[in-house]
Every structure is written in structure tokens, then in C-alpha cells.
């Protein structure tokens, strides 16, 4: 995943640099000011959250994860498969404030267990299947403490993140595809938890920047590594 990180950072940068030469040669000369402006941040697939199994298990509730056996939640995983959408304001050139949505972050602790399933060769009834999912509203501040050249700056951002899960057990059926799939359980879940991060901006013109950042959930104790676009009113 660091490599699919970086080849995403080298390519990012290229297309910075041809953005920034088809640009207007008249917008050196202006300076990136931001107080009073909106702004917007996206993303798709460039966001990448991790997690541990067992801090997924310790969060969810019992009626999803009683059936689990501890070789289960072992190890970790990860989701890129997402995208979010953000709307901000920036107060003065160094201070902004941010509301950010993010969907379909997946949640697949036990995704790769179905092929591990020894009784699905000798019993109809396959063994428990997951279909996990979060959405996540995080408000935030931003605070920039340091810039370089009116185009480079430093962040920091702490808020308050709302995670709602959508959580599903299920049996399959049967000795063909498709399976006949039965509920066994299913729950949704909304929590409030905390967000702390830092990161590096670069305003490539004046209406124009990325932010390559990180930021730490309290709720599962997620990791999240980004790289989001911003384009300002």
C-alpha cells in the first residue's frame, strides 16, 4: 500500500506542475490570500484508512460479533475503495473551518475468511458472512502555523468526527452460486468520537491546492493517510 502511496504522490505532482504551467502568467504576481473565502476539498480513492480487527470487534456490538472466533480479528486491514467531499471556511489566512463527509469506507475484518471455511465442504449451511460499512461526518479546525513562499504551508487540525455503521451478518446456502442468503443479524450504529492531524498544503494558484495529510480517529482507533484537493471561492 506505501508503494500505491507514493506512485499516487509522484503522479500527483506531475500533474501539479503541467496544471500550473497552462495557468495564467499574470497570477505570479497575486498572492494565495485566503481570509474570507469558502473552499472545497475532495477526494476519491486517495483517502486510506486502517484499522486492527480487534478494535473493530471491541466497538461493534454484541450481536454482530458474538459469533466471532478470536484467529478471526487477528492482523489488520485497510480501505481505499471511498470518496468524501468537504466545505470550509477560512477566518483569517491561517485558521479555517471545515465540515467533511466521507462514504462507503468498508469494513472488511473477515472479508478473506470465506475461503478459510473447511466446514463449507461437508455442510450445506456456509459459515457467517460480513457486509460492514461507515460513513463519517468530521468537523474540524485548521490551523496553519507555518508558511513558505505564499505556496507551501504546514497544518494542524483537531474536531469531533460522527461514525455511523451499517452492520450485516448473514449464512449463505446451497452447493451452487448464487447462495441463498439468510439475515442472521443486523445493527446500526451512530458514534460520536475525536480527530487529531497534521499535514502539508500546497497552493499551486490562487484558486488551487492539495493537502497531503494525516489524521487519527478515537472510534476503532482508525488511521487515516490522504491526499485531497482543495478549490477556493
Known sequence: MKQVLLTSVG??????NSFSALGNSTQIEQTHTK????????????????????DVR????????????????????????NYSFAMGYYLQDNLALRFNYT??????FLGDFDFLCFDCFVKDDKRDSYDIEMDMYEFDAIYYPYQYQDTWSVYVLGGLAVHKIDAKVYKSKGDTVPYIQ????????????????????????????????YSYFSYMSIDKTYINWEYRL
Not at 184 to 210: H, M
Request: overall charge negative.
Open 35 to 54: 481570509e474570507g473565502r469558502y473552499f472545497f476539498n475532495f477526494a476519491a480513492l486517495t483517502n486510506h484508512f486502517e484499522y486492527e480487527n480487534d
Open 11 to 16: 503522479s500527483l505532482l506531475l500533474t501539479i
Open 182 to 213: 439468510t439475515n442472521v443479524a443486523q445493527s446500526t450504529e451512530v458514534t460520536l468520537g475525536g480527530k487529531l492531524g497534521f499535514g502539508l498544503q500546497y497552493d499551486f494558484s490562487p484558486n488551487w491546492g492539495v493537502k497531503l495529510g
Open 58 to 81: 471491541k466497538k461493534l456490538p454484541d450481536k454482530i460479533t458474538s459469533r466471532l472466533k478470536d484467529y478471526q480479528v487477528t492482523g489488520n486491514e485497510s480501505d481505499y475503495i
Open 103 to 108: 462514504a462507503d469506507i468498508e469494513i472488511d
